[in-house]
């Protein structure tokens, strides 16, 4: 159990918060001693606007624009395509619903409205720049993988909500999957699709939707249904929806459906059969780097000029993210710190099969003739969602930011230990049924020290899936970088640093989810106006965060 797990690392972490302790503040403020590493940089990161106004006339270039769909929030970014320099973008965060308990539901027309509002917003934002928005050249598109969808393609209507990667409540389907394989086998398709059966994957997703949703069984009978995940979603409603609408998705997104073989690259005849689902509802799988069609967008508006822009980029957030770290070479990986944790290797052109409960997926594939790779994946479903968690839940923080502070003002969580298993455990041990848990409690302990609890919670279970994925490949990482909202958090990623024994390392713009869409966009075939040759990738500054305890005394 992870509990028992983290207790066991955690005991001996919590001996040395003394030597922490002086530092937290530090971290906190941003005041601590340590210097960015010393790399060479084109400026990657936030323009000013008085730096986009002046220079904005003559030497942008292509610009390419990326729709970061995640979980919690929406994003549209602007890129320049010879710098990678962030330009502009907006954000707008995403209501979830929780019907019934362990359901997570989003409006999927809520989903796509937040998309016209950061593009409109990031338009006007970059017309006050001074930057011609008709040089955007191609969009690219990244959202939260697995996330489930149904509508009627006559309509255009959702037919239910948006069924949520993190929701629990086809655990009983799974159950009832796993009891009739032979042996009780969560890992019985895993030889086609590199995943264990489990509630976070979309087939069984769409298996309950097809099972109790009225409107979605008739719509299937009909032969009116379309499925996808967010990604498919927003393509075909970005493309025209109802009116010539382009249903697709791409290989990093389909290998998380389990309806995917994973090496034939498409939708497999005996997986669809062993769910019991019509292929005719799938999207067309296409490579995450090339053109799927054109933006559609209403005239009157300031976003209006973004139609007749091609949309040819797509990929999962996670492998989005991977390419963002230019995660291009065997062997280099990334966590991404979001809603959940999701630590990715890339392993190359083949893909490698776990033994220590990592899953294999499809890292990227970019271009219709190039080939695909592949990428271990250590997945962990509760993360930023933790500090939400605390905030609407609880009720003893009233923004992220004051975690931190409050995780500071300790410097440990006196024995205090937190297991965050909302939807269960997903990495390394897929069980479904695990709850949360906080032990170790005195009457000593107090909202600070829970919240130091929280961030070991992240740190812990992304040492456990390092452990795992180094057992997997047989060569341990030397430094681990580092992406997502929740690395804002210097105590965090020097917990991160002093738990992984090993250094951590995060670029100055934190973007890189968004940033890896947009080169898959700009580098498709048609667009071409970002080279991902190594020579011309640019160079990123970053900041390293150092162990600061000595390994040999935490085992």
């Not at 959202?143 to 909500?161: A, C, I």
């Not at 961030?455 to 992406?483: H, K, W």
Request: charged letters at 20%; one cysteine or more; aromatic letters at 6%.
């Amino acid at each position: 159990m992870i509990g028992a797990a983290a207790s066991s690392e955690a005991v001996s972490h919590t001996c040395l918060c003394e030597l922490k302790r002086s530092k937290c503040q530090q971290l906190a403020t941003g005041s601590g001693k340590r210097k960015p590493a010393t790399v060479h940089c084109k400026d990657t990161g936030h323009m000013n606007s008085r730096m986009a106004a002046s220079s904005s006339r003559v030497m942008l270039g292509p610009l390419v624009a990326a729709i970061d769909q995640g979980t919690s929030s929406t994003r549209f970014l602007v890129f320049n395509a010879k710098t990678a320099e962030l330009l502009s973008h907006h954000q707008v965060e995403i209501n979830q619903s929780f019907p019934k308990e362990g359901w997570v539901e989003e409006d999927p027309k809520e989903i796509l409205q937040s998309v016209y509002e950061c593009m409109e917003r990031t338009c006007e934002k970059l017309t006050q720049l001074n930057v011609d928005i008709s040089n955007i050249k191609a969009i690219g598109v990244t959202n939260q993988r697995e996330t489930t969808l149904v509508w009627d393609k006559e309509t255009g209507e959702p037919l239910y909500n948006a069924i949520v990667w993190l929701d629990l409540r086809t655990q009983s389907t799974v159950e009832r999957l796993i009891n009739k394989t032979p042996g009780r086998n969560k890992n019985h398709l895993k030889h086609k699709t590199g995943l264990p059966i489990s509630t976070y994957f979309s087939a069984v997703k769409l298996r309950w939707l097809m099972d109790n949703v009225d409107e979605v069984a008739e719509a299937v009978l009909t032969h009116r249904a379309m499925f996808g995940t967010v990604d498919s979603w927003l393509i075909w409603c970005l493309t025209g929806g109802k009116s010539g609408g382009v249903h697709c998705t791409d290989v990093t997104n389909a290998s998380r459906t389990m309806l995917f073989n994973i090496h034939t690259l498409d939708w497999d005849p005996e997986l669809c059969k062993y769910f019991d689902i019509p292929m005719e509802i799938l999207p067309k799988v296409r490579s995450s780097s090339e053109i799927y069609g054109l933006m559609k967008i209403c005239s009157s508006l300031k976003s209006g000029c973004l139609s007749g822009i091609p949309i040819s980029g797509c990929l999962g957030d996670q492998s989005a993210a991977l390419v963002g770290q230019m995660c291009f070479q065997e062997g280099q990986a990334k966590n991404t710190y979001g809603t959940g944790c999701f630590l990715l290797r890339n392993t190359g052109a083949k893909p490698v099969m776990s033994e220590h409960g990592l899953l294999t997926t499809v890292a990227y594939k970019l271009g219709r003739d190039k080939p695909a790779c592949y990428a271990l994946e250590g997945s962990v479903a509760i993360a930023g969602a933790v500090v939400r968690w605390l905030k609407d839940n609880l009720g003893i923080i009233q923004t992220s930011t004051e975690l931190e502070k409050l995780a500071a003002s300790v410097g440990t969580s006196y024995g205090c230990y937190f297991v965050p298993a909302f939807s269960g455990l997903y990495a390394p041990y897929w069980e479904p049924s695990a709850r949360g848990i906080i032990c170790g409690l005195t009457q000593f302990t107090n909202k600070s020290h829970l919240a130091f609890a929280a961030l070991e919670a992240v740190c812990f279970q992304t040492r456990e899936i390092l452990d795992a994925m180094n057992q997997d490949s047989g060569i341990p990482l030397t430094q681990l970088q580092v992406d997502g909202g929740m690395t804002s958090n210097r105590l965090l990623m020097q917990l991160q640093a002093d738990i992984l024994c090993i250094p951590v390392v995060k670029p100055s713009m934190p973007e890189t989810t968004a940033l890896g869409a947009a080169m898959a966009a700009g580098a498709a075939e048609g667009v071409s106006v970002w080279s991902l040759r190594p020579e011309d990738l640019s160079e990123v500054t970053s900041e390293k965060f150092e162990p600061q305890i000595n390994p040999e005394g935490h085992k």
